[in-house]
């Protein structure tokens, strides 16, 4: 509760007054913590700052999990709209957090961390895509769904960091579906021609079943 606290504090803060004009000071008295109990969980701001960014990544990484499950079965077009539309709603719908966090997120987080997270992020749209049931199974998951998380984190990232004035979210979705479609339909294309594609399980089964 404490930590948790201590985070909510800082994003507060983090929102009002930006990274440089927030101090551990600041942190404490909006948590309702002394300073020297701050102190005794995290030793200084990037400490909070990172943790933080973490804790709202494994956020979205469980949202993002769930969008995933359910309904089944689905096509491709339904998953990519169900992610997409998960992943879009709650980033927008928290807009001025996010867009300070990943801010921050660039300044603090290393190397190894960011990886981590993001091939997270990329395994869940992977086995989401891979649970289709028009799924083609000779079309190289991992780095379709890499891509296709790729071109999704781009676009909404970029929307919340540079544009003056974020687009409306339905307005979001369908740029970001749009895209992501478009990709994979042109790598099931492209696997055609080069003659790597096998039947899509929902192809198998008819065939089965003839």
Request: no cysteine; proline share 3%.
């Given at each position: 509760m404490t930590t948790g606290a201590?985070?909510?504090?800082?994003?507060?803060?983090?929102?009002?007054?930006?990274y440089e004009k927030v101090s551990m000071r600041d942190?404490?008295?909006?948590?309702?913590?002394?300073?020297?109990?701050?102190?005794?969980?995290?030793?200084?701001?990037?400490?909070?700052?990172?943790?933080?960014?973490?804790?709202?990544m494994r956020k979205q990484a469980a949202i993002l999990a769930q969008a995933a499950e359910a309904p089944a079965p689905r096509t491709i077009?339904?998953?990519i709209r169900a992610m997409v539309a998960a992943h879009v709603h709650d980033l927008l719908g928290h807009a001025g957090e996010w867009r300070?966090?990943?801010?921050?997120?660039?300044?603090?987080?290393?190397?190894?961390?960011?990886?981590?997270?993001?091939?997270?992020?990329?395994?869940?749209?992977?086995?989401?895509?891979?649970?289709?049931?028009?799924?083609?199974?000779a079309l190289d998951s991992r780095r379709t769904a890499f891509?296709?998380?790729?071109?999704?984190?781009?676009?909404?990232?970029?929307?919340l960091l540079v544009q003056d004035v974020c687009p409306g979210t339905e307005e979001l979705v369908r740029d970001v579906e749009c895209?992501?479609?478009?990709?994979?339909?042109?790598?099931?294309?492209?696997?055609?021609?080069?003659?790597?594609?096998?039947?899509s399980r929902q192809a198998r089964a008819v065939v089965v079943s003839s």
């Open positions: 201590i985070q909510d504090a800082f994003v507060l803060l983090l929102v009002e007054r930006g942190i404490a008295g909006v948590a309702g913590v002394g300073l020297g109990t701050l102190y005794l969980y995290f030793p200084g701001k990037d400490s909070i700052a990172a943790v933080t960014v973490r804790s709202w077009e339904q998953t300070a966090l990943l801010f921050v997120e660039r300044r603090i987080s290393s190397p190894e961390s960011y990886r981590e997270i993001y091939r997270e992020f990329v395994g869940l749209f992977r086995d989401a895509l891979v649970a289709s049931s028009d799924w083609p199974a891509n296709a998380f790729a071109i999704i984190d781009a676009i909404v990232e970029q929307a895209a992501v479609a478009g990709y994979i339909r042109a790598a099931q294309e492209g696997a055609v021609i080069s003659g790597r594609t096998a039947p």
